[in-house]
């Protein structure tokens, strides 16, 4: 028995990632992060809200390791860590557009990432097919990304990233294209998979509406160069559900994200 290992209580104390004053400059010369702290722990649904080109993206790519910090560091204190860096199976990233391959089927699509760890496609089938319903697509295993909507497009993008059991899910504005009853659709699905599987969720947007709809901690930016601006605890009483975006709670909480990020642009504005 190893004494100096840590509880699981422990483990489970400690954040899933934390970024450390992080600054990000591209090559170009843009500062693009700027001395950007977050924690984030295990079991949170956490939205990154902020205007267009505030680094939002920027941030989730470094902390999927899709891109170097300048200065600062990025942390996995409750990971086993490989020689890249970066955690373990930890980690299942879902872009702006679903990025699928147009030749092969969306079961072909959601094994990849089983395939390039060398699970056979006979192994990795009960996996596969698993995730494919808990988004509701078991029965378009066949199909093909032609015969599919945008809204199961980007559910199979969501299938293939949860395919590896990450511990942590980023998700970079991955409903920004859809329609607006497509989009809530597909916020109740997220939501639900949040709930169902405990999976710790960093989410992109510039949707006041959709991060008080979906988050339990919003971090509100500031325009470029990108750093916390207020990182607000979000605690819902009522059930989120369509209820709940008429209800007065929704409209409160919707009221003071939107303030929070007007003063965020504005502080942004006058740096």
């Known amino acids: 028995m190893d004494l100096n290992a840590p509880s699981p209580a422990d483990l489970a104390a400690r954040p899933v990632v934390r970024m450390q004053h992080v600054t990000k400059v591209f090559s170009n010369g ?48 409750s990971s086993r860590i490989r020689p890249n860096g970066l955690p373990e199976d930890d980690i299942g990233f879902v872009f702006q557009e679903p990025t699928l391959m147009p030749w ?9 990432p089983l395939k390039l760890k060398g699970v056979s496609k006979r192994d990795a089938r009960p996996r596969v097919m698993e995730v494919l319903d808990s988004v509701g697509l078991a ?39 859809l329609d607006e009853i497509t989009r809530q659709k597909l916020n109740d699905d997220v939501l639900w998979l949040w709930r ?59 009221r003071k994200v939107s303030q929070a990020l007007q003063q965020a642009i504005q502080k942004g504005a006058e740096a």
């Open 30 to 77: 843009t500062l693009a992060l700027s001395d950007m702290t977050l924690e984030v722990r295990a079991g949170e649904f956490v939205s990154l809200l902020g205007p267009s080109g505030c680094g939002k993206s920027t941030a989730l790519r470094i902390v999927a390791g899709l891109g170097d910090t300048t200065t600062g560091s990025i942390d996995w204190p």
């Open 104 to 112: 092969a089927t969306v079961f072909a699509n959601v094994w990849l």
């Open 139 to 177: 029965d378009f295993a066949t199909a093909y990304p032609r015969e599919l909507s945008g809204g199961m497009k980007m559910r199979v993008s969501i299938a293939r990233a949860l395919a590896t059991q990450p511990k942590l899910l980023l998700m970079d504005e991955p409903f920004a294209a």
């Open 196 to 254: 169902e599987t405990g999976i710790t969720v960093i989410f992109v947007t510039h949707s006041v509406f959709e991060s008080v709809y979906l988050s339990n901690r919003i971090v509100v930016m500031k325009a470029r160069p990108g750093q916390v601006f207020l990182d607000m605890p979000l605690e819902v009483l009522t059930k989120r559900d369509a209820d709940y975006r008429l209800s007065d709670e929704y409209a409160a909480n919707t």
